[in-house]
Nanobody, 127 residues
Framework: QVQLVESGGGSVQAGGSLKLSCAASGYTNSMNNMAMAWFRQAPGKEREGVAFIYNNDGRLDYVDSVKGRFTISQDNAKKMLYLQMNNLKPEDSGMFYC??????????????????WGQGTQVTVSS
């Protein structure tokens, strides 16, 4: 059973930076075979995907609202997923979750396409 644990959230002012981490455990296959994503959920809103990675073939993707500001990366040796967030805006605030599934097949940003989820880490950006 894959387990995911996020960390790194916090409170920052607009224009600041945070780096989120997601520690993966409970599996023996290569992390390269995992499709992984970061999702964001603001209060009263649906969970939305913001960044996607499938390291097996180097696929990276970002939603338009975070392009040029967020960077997703993965360290297979450490079994870690990261999200570097720069130039943060108040609208970036919310609970951030990492999600994973085995294999590429499936939507990049549909929550139901992911089997494994972390508990979330809170990001608050003040203006």
């Amino acid at each position: 059973q894959v387990q995911l644990v996020e960390s790194g959230g916090g409170s920052v002012q607009a224009g600041g930076s945070l780096k989120l981490s997601c520690a993966a455990s409970g599996y023996t296959n290569s992390m390269n075979n995992m499709a992984m994503a970061w999702f964001r959920q603001a209060p009263g809103k649906e969970r939305e995907g913001v960044a996607f990675i499938y390291n097996n073939d180097g696929r990276l993707d970002y939603v338009d609202s975070v392009k040029g500001r967020f960077t997703i990366s993965q360290d297979n040796a450490k079994k870690m997923l990261y999200l570097q967030m720069n130039n943060l805006k108040p609208e970036d605030s919310g609970m951030f979750y990492c999600a994973a599934r085995w294999g590429l097949s499936g939507s990049r940003y549909l929550p139901d396409a992911y089997r494994y989820w972390g508990q979330g880490t809170q990001v608050t950006v003040s203006s």
